[in-house]
C-alpha cells in the first residue's frame, strides 16, 4: 500500500442529543434551527475526495483549553499539502453539517517570530529537518517539516516551541521511519485559545485513512469518532467491519426523551472485537445543498458558515456519514475507506411499535427506562443500577480485573463511567513530560475511591473497585474536577463477569504503563461490553488520525 496521509486530531463538541418524533425539515428553517449532534463529544473529520483531480481535502476540528503558549498540533503526513490549500473552515458550518444529519431516533408509538513575508527557510539552514512549508495561516504558525532522523525532527520542533512529550517520541520515530511528513500548528503571539479554528487542507490521494494508533496516547475511553466522506458515490470502512444496529435494542424513555443510538453503536462494536463502523446515513447531497440554499442566515457567522458548506458540498454528488465508539486499547490498527455500492442510508430510525403503549400519551405514565441502557461501560465493563439515598437510579460500572473505571463525559456532556485498560497510561507519576520539566506528581493523592484503589491514568485518577461493586461518577460543572466512587449496586454483578480478560496488547505497539495484566491472546473471544447486570428494565490515499498532541494531561476534557 502507498504511504498514506495521517492527520491526529482530537474535538470536543457541544450540544444536546433530545430527538423526539422527527419534524418536517421545512419547519426548522434552514440548518440553523436547533437540530443539535448526537455525540457531544465525538472527534469529527470531513474527507471530500476528489477523483478528478486525484486529491482529498480533509477538515478537522480542532479543541483545547489550556494556555495559549501551549498548544500545539503535530500531525504526520503522507504528502506535502497542495500549494495554497492550508486554510481554515467555519466552526458553525462543521456544527451545522453533523447537526443536519444525525440520527433521529423516535418511539414506536510563547510563541515562535518570523517573517512570513520572507518564504521558508531552506534545508540547508535546517540542517537534517526539511522545512517544506512555513507560513501564517488564520490564528496558526503553521510549518510543514521532515526528516530522516526523528531526534533531529522532534529537536527541531521543540526548538521553535512546538510541544512534543515524551511518550510522542516513539510515534514519531516509527512515522519517521516511514519516511512521512509531519504538519505542526501553534498559535502566533496574537492568537488566543478562542480564535482555534478548523483546520483544513488538501493532499495528493483518494482512499482515505484514520490512522488511530497514536491516538491511544490521550484517548478518553469509549470516544466517539465520527467521519464524514463527500465524493461521487458511497463509502464504507474497508479493513474493519461495517455494523448495524439491530432495532430492537434501541430504547427511548419518554421520562427524559433520550434515546440509546450512540449506546448501541458502541456495544455492536464491541462485539464485533473493538473496532467497526455504523452508517448513520448515506445520501445524495442534494437535499442538503436545496437546504442550504434555502436558508436564510441569521447573522453574518452563519452566512459565513452557509457559504463554506456550499462550497464544500456542490462538486461531490454524495455523501456517507460513519460513527464509531472506541476506547485506547481498541485503537490498535489504522481504519481505511473504501467506495461501496451499497443502498442509502435513511438517517430516521423507528424503534420497534410496544402494543402497550398508548401513542397518544405525553409519555407520562411511561415507567422509566433502565440507566444501563444508555451507559457503555466499554469491552471491559458492565452496567448495574445504584439507588442513591435521593431515591435517584445511576448507572455504575464494574470493570473485569486490569481494567480500571474512569470518570468522563458521556455523549450527552454529562458525567459517565468507562473501564479503561490499566496498561494504557502513558504519562505517570514521576515522569517527566519533556525533558527537564519538573516530575509529575500523584493524581491520586487525596482522590478517594471510596471501597476500591486509585490508579493514575495519563493523570487522571480512576478506581479499581473491589469485586462486586460499580463506580459511579461525577465531573464539578466549575471546576472540571472528576470524581469516582465504589458502591454496591442494586443488583448483584455475576460472579463470571470477572473470569473476563482483556485483549493481549500487540508487541509491535508501544506501550504505556508496566503491568501484569493477565490477558487473552488476540483473536480470542474476551469479555462482552457494556452489559446491564441491573434488575428491572483500497489502496493508499489521503487519510489521517484523530489526536490532538498538546501534551498529555491537558487535553480538552
Not at 102 to 123: I, K, N, R
Not at 230 to 251: C, I, K, T, Y
Not at 453 to 476: E, F, Q
Not at 537 to 550: D, I, K, Q, R
Request: with cysteine; hydrophobic share 40%.
Amino acid at each position: 500500500m502507498n504511504q498514506t496521509t495521517k492527520l491526529m486530531t482530537a474535538v470536543a463538541l457541544a450540544g444536546a442529543a433530545s430527538l423526539l418524533r422527527p419534524a418536517p425539515v421545512e419547519a426548522c428553517g434552514g440548518f440553523f434551527c436547533g437540530q443539535t449532534p448526537v455525540d457531544q463529544n465525538a472527534e469529527r473529520v470531513v474527507f471530500a475526495v476528489d477523483d478528478a483531480a486525484g486529491t482529498t481535502e480533509m477538515i478537522v476540528q480542532i479543541g483545547f483549553q489550556g494556555n495559549a503558549s501551549e498548544f500545539a498540533w503535530i500531525v504526520p503526513l503522507g504528502s506535502v499539502p497542495v500549494e495554497g490549500s492550508l486554510g481554515t473552515f467555519p466552526q458553525a458550518a462543521i456544527t451545522a453539517l453533523d447537526a443536519n444529519s444525525s440520527p433521529q431516533v423516535y418511539g414506536g408509538g510563547g510563541c515562535l517570530e518570523f517573517d512570513a513575508a520572507a518564504g521558508p527557510p531552506s534545508a540547508d539552514e535546517r540542517g537534517p529537518v526539511t522545512v517544506h512549508t512555513r507560513e501564517v495561516v488564520g490564528p496558526y504558525d503553521v510549518a510543514v517539516i521532515e526528516s530522516t532522523d526523528p531526534d533531529a525532527l522532534v529537536a527541531w520542533l521543540r526548538d521553535n516551541s512546538f510541544r512534543v512529550t515524551n511518550p510522542m517520541q516513539p510515534y514519531i520515530a516509527d512515522y519517521t521511519a516511514a519516511g512521512m511528513k509531519f504538519l505542526a500548528l501553534r498559535l502566533t503571539n496574537e492568537a488566543k485559545v478562542s480564535d482555534i479554528e478548523p483546520f483544513r487542507m488538501t493532499l495528493p490521494g483518494t482512499s482515505p485513512v484514520v490512522p488511530l494508533k497514536m491516538t491511544a496516547l490521550a484517548a478518553e475511553p469509549e470516544m466517539g469518532i465520527l467521519v464524514f466522506v463527500l465524493g461521487s458515490q458511497r463509502f464504507e470502512g474497508a479493513n474493519w467491519p461495517n455494523l448495524e444496529v439491530d432495532p430492537a435494542n434501541l430504547v427511548y424513555d419518554w421520562t427524559t426523551g433520550q434515546h440509546n443510538w450512540v449506546t448501541e453503536v458502541a456495544r455492536v462494536v464491541d462485539a464485533a472485537g473493538g473496532q467497526g463502523w455504523v452508517t448513520e446515513t448515506a445520501s445524495s447531497t442534494a437535499s442538503y445543498v436545496q437546504r442550504l440554499e434555502n436558508t436564510t442566515p441569521a447573522d453574518d457567522e452563519q452566512a459565513e458558515a452557509v457559504n463554506a458548506l456550499l462550497e464544500l458540498m456542490r462538486p461531490h454528488a454524495y455523501m456517507s456519514r460513519l460513527y464509531t465508539r472506541l476506547s485506547a486499547e481498541e485503537m490498535t490498527s489504522d481504519p481505511i475507506f473504501r467506495r461501496s455500492n451499497g443502498a442509502d442510508v435513511e438517517r430516521f430510525r423507528q424503534i420497534p411499535y410496544d402494543p402497550s403503549m398508548d401513542e397518544c400519551s405525553d409519555g407520562s405514565d411511561f415507567e422509566a427506562a433502565s440507566p444501563c441502557a444508555f451507559v457503555a461501560c466499554g469491552a471491559g465493563g458492565t452496567c448495574g443500577e445504584v439507588t442513591q439515598a435521593d431515591g435517584r437510579v445511576v448507572a455504575g460500572c464494574a470493570c473485569v480485573p486490569g481494567a480500571t473505571a474512569r470518570t468522563t463525559f458521556g455523549p450527552d456532556g454529562r458525567a459517565t463511567v468507562a473501564c479503561q485498560d490499566q496498561r494504557m497510561s502513558f504519562l505517570n507519576p514521576g515522569d517527566r513530560e519533556i525533558p527537564g520539566a519538573t516530575p509529575l506528581p500523584d493524581p491520586c493523592v487525596g482522590f478517594d475511591c471510596g471501597a476500591g484503589t486509585c490508579v493514575p491514568m495519563n493523570m487522571t485518577p480512576t478506581c479499581v473497585c473491589d469485586r462486586g461493586l460499580v463506580a459511579i461518577g461525577s465531573i464539578d460543572a466549575e471546576t472540571g474536577v472528576r470524581s469516582t466512587e465504589c458502591v454496591a449496586p442494586d443488583a448483584a454483578i455475576p460472579a463470571d463477569f470477572y473470569q473476563g480478560r482483556l485483549a493481549d496488547r500487540p508487541t509491535a505497539l508501544p506501550g504505556g504503563r508496566d503491568s501484569d495484566v493477565v490477558t487473552m491472546p488476540v483473536g480470542v473471544s474476551t469479555v462482552g461490553g457494556g452489559g446491564c447486570a441491573a434488575g428491572g428494565a483500497g489502496a493508499g490515499g489521503a487519510g489521517f488520525g484523530l489526536l490532538l498532541l498538546l501534551g498529555l494531561g491537558r487535553r480538552r476534557r
